[in-house]
């Protein structure tokens, strides 16, 4: 069973305005880690933003922030005042286990962010 | 502080031939991974090594591919012989060897392996 949906391929989005790109998970371990990645054209992967399982509060990073849905297994990045630069694809990932054993990311298949003028 | 570097970033071969993928990961990380994307699907794990040891080769999807990570420092991912569907983009990340969940990869920009 895949463990983490983008069930949106590509978006658009105008300059300036806020986006909400989707992610749900599925894991039964109690901890775990979500992340979200940025691909530009030039292909390097770009950490973006965290968020633990056991955080009360939703991560915020500058322009973006994360919507952490736990009941609902959700994880949704929203990006404010959106940027042409912004324009890139999109990746959500988890990591299972608190420590020791946390190592491999899962990734889901990613969502292309166009901003427009 | 240079980021994590791969080479070659792009490869055209032909089925039946050898490619080599070679990662330097940031100086000083112990994880090192390597992960592929075939086209429009998800980034899947491939393994894991910690230091120069294999950790996690469960994604390894079958004994054409070899890693390896001599000396713990750079990696090199062997596909001998290459079929038509080991093309994609081959990634390799490392990170700090704290083992904990909010451990953070540093991506290379990939390889790009088309086999023909």
């Known amino acids: 069973a895949q463990k983490i949906t983008q069930t949106q391929p590509g978006m658009f989005v105008q300059e300036k305005e806020a986006v909400t790109l989707d992610c749900t998970y599925d894991t039964s371990d109690p901890s775990y880690g979500l992340f979200w990645y940025k691909q530009p054209s030039s292909g390097e992967m770009i950490f973006l933003i965290y968020?633990?399982?056991?955080?009360?509060q939703n991560a915020t990073e500058g322009r973006y922030s994360l919507n952490f849905q736990k009941a609902r297994k959700s994880a949704n990045l929203v990006i404010s005042a959106s940027q042409l630069g912004d324009s890139a694809m999109y990746f959500c990932?988890?990591?299972?286990?608190?420590?020791?054993?946390?190592?491999?990311?899962?990734f889901g298949t990613g969502t292309r962010l166009q901003v427009t003028l | 502080e240079a980021g994590v570097t791969q080479f070659p970033s792009h490869s055209v071969i032909e089925k039946g031939q050898t490619v080599t993928l070679r990662c330097d990961p940031i100086s000083g990380h112990d994880n090192l991974y390597w992960y592929r994307r075939v086209m429009g699907k998800e980034i899947k794990f491939l393994l894991h090594f910690v230091k120069e040891s294999k950790q996690d080769e469960s994604g390894m999807p079958n004994n054409r591919f070899l890693a390896e990570r001599t000396g713990g420092t750079y990696s090199t991912l062997k596909v001998q012989p290459a079929e038509l569907e080991d093309s994609g983009v081959y990634f390799c990340a490392s990170s700090l060897s704290t083992g904990i969940t909010n451990e953070k990869l540093f991506f290379g920009s990939g390889t790009q392996l088309s086999v023909l």
């Open positions: 990932a988890m990591r299972e286990g608190l420590t020791g054993t946390a190592s491999k990311l899962t």
């Open positions: 968020q633990g399982s056991y955080d009360q």
